[in-house]
């Protein structure tokens, strides 16, 4: 490329000479063009070690995730079983819970039952009692 232009340019000196203007107005014109529209070699270096340092950044992160990965899908398996077995629990509990609310009734009806026929029985016992004494 740099070639190319310092052929044009000296294509470009050769034909102002012949035509006898002072190229070098106009080619300090050009250079200056050039230079504004260009980053000093500093700046230049700098931008191009801050990718290249971004870059073995991210691929070092990249094989810490690839190394990550198969961990990952492990965990992920693990915790799909464990959400499983969560719900197997739940639905378990559900059912226990709704048999425990049918014994407690049960229970309820069992023990009010038990009441009625101690207060009969006392009935009974006092009345015996009532008759034993003259």
Do not use: H, Y
């Not at 990249?62 to 992920?76: F, G, M, S």
């Not at 509990?93 to 207060?119: F, I, S, Y």
Request: aromatic share 2%.
């Amino acid at each position: 490329m740099r070639v190319c232009d310092l052929a044009i340019a000296t294509a470009l000196v050769a034909g102002l000479l012949a035509c006898g203007e002072n190229p070098v107005p106009k080619l300090q014109a050009e250079r200056k063009a050039l230079l504004d529209g260009s980053r000093p070699k500093v700046e230049f270096w700098a931008e191009v070690e801050r990718k290249g340092t971004f870059a073995k950044e991210k691929r070092g992160l990249d094989a810490e995730v690839a190394a990550l990965q198969p961990k990952t899908i492990a965990l992920q398996a693990d915790a799909d079983q464990l959400t499983a077995a969560l719900a197997q629990a739940r639905g378990m509990n559900a059912q226990t819970a709704a048999a425990l609310a049918g014994n407690r009734a049960e229970l309820a009806r069992l023990e009010a039952e038990v009441a009625k026929r101690e207060a009969t029985l006392a009935g009974f016992d006092a009345r015996r009692t009532e008759v034993a004494q003259p």
